[in-house]
């Protein structure tokens, strides 16, 4: 929702969203008010005194304002906003026409929010694969965690992939109640998206609300990819099609995605680790301590104590060290 500053003889609406489960919360824009509209009204009426009529129009909003210090406000009820308030729940975006609805305006301008929680948390990882986006900043997120447990083909075709030690795993987020990540948010424009789409595939796309670091809550959703599961994968990406998931993994000898037999990729561990300390001591801890393996036990700080010591350490190879470079 974009927000106008106030002007002469103006209209403030007063958003009263709602749920039968929640108690209304309200918000409120400024908006020009409309011409017809630009003289004096009374208190408002009750919603008794109008007749029966099934097309209302302007008049009849007139009806209801209510003044409030030089200014007419008029409420309007949302009914289940399915992002709306801290008790909203994710909303799933199964094809490219769901994005073009939670996208946002900026001078005529349509661009889409990306919530970063891995690589995305550098800057610099970011702008390689999207160099025109806009507005990097870092954000939380409630009710989510990270988890190292799909396998992603991208580490075989760069090599370094290591399957003999199981060393084959990315990253993906998951609901988690209680839990809080530390992430990046920024925007990108309309004719990346079907570019984004086929790049994060395996991915279940969720419109999310994170919220600043102040804790407001965004009003704009952004896209994060989460855990999605095989069979969704093969019915929905693959259209059920054997030779589609060859050419993605089955020419990888990757017969199963989504598993919990798995380790982290070295370089890309490392690289996301990297990414949350430059961006700030908090998120660094935080990707430590919220990020696990795929037992959903190991945190990735205990992981790097123990088993996985010494990958920090490791340098990636020199043609990918720029790429993941945190």
């Given at each position: 929702?974009?927000?106008?500053?106030?002007?002469?003889?103006?209209?403030?609406?007063?958003?009263?969203?709602?749920?039968?489960?929640?108690?209304?919360?309200?918000?409120?824009?400024?908006?020009?008010?409309?011409?017809?509209?630009?003289?004096?009204?009374?208190?408002?009426?009750?919603?008794?005194?109008?007749?029966?009529?099934?097309?209302?129009?302007?008049?009849?909003?007139?009806?209801?304002?209510?003044?409030?210090?030089?200014?007419?406000?008029?409420?309007?009820?949302?009914?289940?906003?399915?992002?709306?308030?801290?008790?909203?729940?994710?909303?799933?975006?199964?094809?490219?026409?769901?994005?073009?609805?939670?996208?946002?305006?900026?001078?005529?301008?349509?661009?889409?929010?990306?919530?970063?929680?891995?690589?995305?948390?550098?800057?610099?990882?970011?702008?390689?694969?999207?160099?025109?986006?806009?507005?990097?900043?870092?954000?939380?997120?409630?009710?989510?965690?990270?988890?190292?447990?799909?396998?992603?083909?991208?580490?075989?075709?760069?090599?370094?992939?290591?399957?003999?030690?199981?060393?084959?795993?990315?990253?993906?987020?998951?609901?988690?109640?209680?839990?809080?990540?530390?992430?990046?948010?920024?925007?990108?424009?309309?004719?990346?998206?079907?570019?984004?789409?086929?790049?994060?595939?395996?991915f279940r796309f969720l419109a999310v609300l994170p919220e600043t670091l102040?804790?407001?809550?965004?009003?704009?959703?952004?896209?994060?990819?989460?855990?999605?599961?095989?069979?969704?994968?093969?019915?929905?990406?693959?259209?059920?099609?054997?030779?589609?998931?060859?050419?993605?993994?089955?020419?990888?000898?990757?017969?199963k995605i989504w598993r919990d037999d798995v380790l982290p990729?070295?370089?890309?561990?490392?690289?996301?680790?990297?990414?949350?300390?430059?961006?700030?001591?908090?998120?660094?801890?935080?990707?430590?301590?919220?990020?696990?393996?795929?037992?959903?036990?190991?945190?990735?700080?205990?992981?790097?104590?123990?088993?996985?010591?010494?990958?920090?350490?490791?340098?990636?190879?020199?043609?990918?060290?720029?790429?993941?470079?945190?």
């Open positions: 929702m974009l927000f106008r500053p106030m002007t002469t003889h103006s209209l403030e609406w007063r958003v009263v969203e709602n749920s039968s489960s929640q108690t209304p919360r309200k918000a409120t824009t400024t908006l020009p008010l409309p011409s017809s509209l630009r003289h004096t009204r009374s208190p408002a009426m009750s919603l008794g005194d109008f007749p029966d009529d099934p097309q209302p129009i302007e008049s009849d909003f007139e009806k209801v304002l209510s003044p409030d210090g030089g200014r007419f406000l008029l409420s309007i009820c949302d009914f289940g906003s399915p992002l709306s308030g801290k008790a909203s729940k994710p909303v799933e975006l199964k094809d490219e026409s769901d994005f073009e609805k939670v996208m946002s305006s900026d001078g005529g301008l349509a661009l889409l929010s990306i919530c970063g929680f891995g690589s995305l948390l550098s800057e610099r990882s970011a702008r390689s694969t999207f160099p025109n986006l806009i507005n990097f900043r870092v954000a939380r997120l409630n009710g989510f965690r990270r988890v190292f447990a799909h396998v992603a083909p991208i580490f075989f075709e760069r090599g370094i992939a290591k399957p003999e030690t199981m060393e084959i795993s990315s990253l993906s987020v998951e609901p988690c109640e209680g839990e809080t990540l530390m992430v990046t948010v920024f925007e990108i424009q309309r004719s990346e998206i079907p570019s984004f789409i086929r790049r994060e595939h395996e102040d804790g407001k809550l965004f009003t704009t959703p952004a896209v994060l990819c989460a855990r999605y599961s095989d069979e969704e994968f093969f019915r929905n990406r693959c259209k059920g099609s054997e030779e589609i998931y060859f050419q993605q993994y089955g020419r990888h000898n990757i017969h990729c070295r370089v890309y561990l490392r690289h996301c680790v990297l990414a949350a300390k430059n961006l700030s001591d908090a998120a660094y801890n935080n990707f430590l301590d919220h990020t696990f393996l795929a037992d959903r036990k190991t945190s990735i700080r205990e992981y790097l104590a123990t088993t996985g010591s010494g990958i920090m350490e490791e340098e990636p190879p020199e043609s990918l060290r720029a790429r993941y470079g945190g």
